[in-house]
């Protein structure tokens, strides 16, 4: 899947989350969910749950941890994609 394609989707499933229309509407590969789309850490959960939910994956603790940013979640999500 295209990389610009999966962060428009990326995006949609933020918003909710996000109380920051600017950081959400300047969304990039580098944006941090928590310092740049200010998203705490519950939401954060939420979030995974949502991808998992979309793109029928399962994503293990170690990945959670790592998916700070929207490149890591962008990664994460064609690995397991791909492991499908």
Same mark, same amino acid.
């Given at each position: 899947?295209? =990389?610009?394609?999966?962060?428009?989707?990326? $995006?949609?499933?933020?918003?909710?989350?996000? =109380?920051?229309?600017? #950081?959400?509407?300047?969304?990039?590969?580098?944006?941090?969910?928590?310092?740049?789309? /200010?998203? =705490?850490? #519950? =939401?954060?959960?939420?979030?995974?749950?949502?991808?998992?939910? /979309?793109?029928?994956?399962?994503?293990?603790?170690?990945?959670?941890? $790592?998916?700070?940013?929207?490149?890591? #979640?962008?990664?994460?999500?064609?690995? /397991?994609?791909?492991? $499908?």
């Amino acid at each position: 899947m295209e =990389n610009q394609t999966m962060i428009s989707e990326l $995006k949609s499933i933020i918003q909710p989350y996000c =109380n920051d229309a600017t #950081a959400l509407e300047n969304l990039t590969p580098a944006s941090n969910f928590i310092t740049d789309l /200010k998203i =705490n850490s #519950a =939401n954060l959960v939420d979030i995974i749950l949502d991808i998992e939910e /979309k793109y029928e994956i399962a994503i293990d603790t170690v990945s959670m941890e $790592k998916m700070l940013d929207v490149q890591s #979640a962008l990664t994460i999500i064609q690995t /397991k994609l791909a492991e $499908k």
